[in-house]
């Protein structure tokens, strides 16, 4: 059985290539963006950064609540989101800085909370909408992050080397759980409330949603485990995680079918309550995307993040086919990675133009995300030997 993955010469090749292209873009964005045009150049980077934060963060959220419900299912590849999820850190990183070049820089013109000049409704959110609470939250949550998505990975490594009985088994499924139990309610109460608000729905800060945090973590959710099941069927194609079958894939198949129209759900409440409202505060956030410039990029996010799951993975055979997972998962973080781009350029760019920026700065995170956890993956084995569900994972059947 092949258990220690070596990295493939033409994975980490790739990996350098689209890493290339993403500094390549952002030099020349740097150079055709400046002065009164660079608010395009710090959107697509504030874009990017947190849309593909929070999609390797939902490895650690998949950790995390497969292990508060007992689930043994994912045991056979819970090497892959660890080794996901370890990007954790160099993407918040990353995001941190951007934030501060938008909110001490004032690069751009992002956040127009920054300046209030008077507007009733920015002096109004201004106890929450300042730089000091802005920077001291994003600090917080995003170390908070990292540090426990460390804790779990590190938890699982420990494992390898124990010998366990009865008794310690206990103990460790009771240690995996309160580290899991915390990060799950820090991860409630950041990215499901207050994190999307402050980073990605204040660019449009005379308008609101209480929906809003839930509909972000509906797109990344369902992009991370697209991102997980690439990952597994990248291995299984290479002939590593033995344990894992159709049966698994089915399963990480079913969820993606699941979250999908989940998201959409989300969507139609979102729109269906505003529209129906007709409030000329709340309908001013979708004027721009429905009837302006961005309405092809609206429509066209529905399609794919919606239409096409809903119709091709809808299928038992479909989500049993490593082939066509593969294709919709990708299809499935493209789709949301043009979600997180109408939900930013229209309240900032205000108009549409070719994404050749934005998407040369997205190849350069994934080329980022598949050297890292390429590189985790090598490092230590790929099955979790002493996981107390080891085996309830390998005779999975759904």
């Keep these: 059985m092949k258990d220690q993955f070596v990295v493939p010469a033409r994975l980490k090749t790739t990996s350098f290539v689209l890493l290339g292209i993403g500094l390549l873009t952002l030099l020349i964005g740097l150079f055709a963006f400046h002065g009164e045009h660079s608010t395009r150049f710090w959107a697509g980077l504030l874009q990017n950064s947190t849309f593909f934060l929070m999609v390797v963060l939902a490895s650690t959220f998949f950790i995390a609540v497969t292990t508060l419900a007992h689930g043994g299912w994912q045991v056979a590849f819970l090497r892959v989101p660890q080794a996901i999820s370890m990007a954790v850190p160099v993407l918040g990183v990353i995001v941190l800085v951007v934030l501060g070049c938008l909110i001490f820089g004032e690069a751009g013109h992002v956040y127009h909370w920054l300046h209030p000049h008077g ?85 449009d800060a005379h308008w609101y949603s209480t929906m809003y945090s839930w509909y972000t973590f509906a797109s990344t959710w369902v992009s991370g485990l697209s991102l997980i099941a690439l990952f597994v ?54 004027q721009p995307r429905v009837w302006g410039e961005f309405r092809p990029v609206f429509f066209l996010n529905l399609i794919i993040n919606f239409v096409c799951p809903l119709l091709i993975m809808m299928k038992r055979a479909t989500k049993r086919n490593y082939t066509m997972v593969a294709v919709m998962a ?24 070719f994404p050749w920026f934005e998407l040369g700065v997205g190849l350069g995170f994934v080329g980022l995300i598949i050297l890292i956890t390429a590189n985790q993956l090598a490092k230590a084995p790929l099955t979790a030997k002493n996981h107390p569900y080891l085996k309830e994972s390998i005779i999975h059947h759904t």
Aim: proline share 2%; aromatic share 18%.
């Design 119 to 203: 507007d009733r409704v920015l002096e109004f959110k201004s106890p929450f909408l300042n730089k000091g609470f802005v920077s001291v939250a994003s600090i917080i949550t995003v170390g908070l992050w990292i540090l426990l998505t460390i804790k779990l990975r590190r938890m699982s490594l420990e494992q390898d080397t124990l010998k366990l009985d009865e008794n310690s088994r206990k103990d460790q499924i009771w240690k995996g759980t309160v580290w899991c139990g915390l990060f799950a309610v820090v991860f409630a109460l950041s990215m499901g409330s207050t994190t999307p608000w402050i980073w990605l729905m204040s660019i």
């Design 233 to 286: 069927i990248y291995l299984k194609g290479h002939g590593y995680l033995s344990f894992v079958n159709e049966e698994h894939l089915h399963d990480l198949g079913k969820f993606m079918f699941a979250f999908s129209i989940f998201w959409a759900y989300l969507w139609f409440s979102q729109y269906m309550l505003i529209w129906y409202a007709n409030i000329p505060e709340e309908t001013v956030y979708f």
């Design 330 to 353: 990708g299809l499935i973080i493209f789709g949301h990675w043009l979600d997180f781009y109408q939900m930013v350029m229209p309240g900032t760019v205000k108009e549409l133009n």
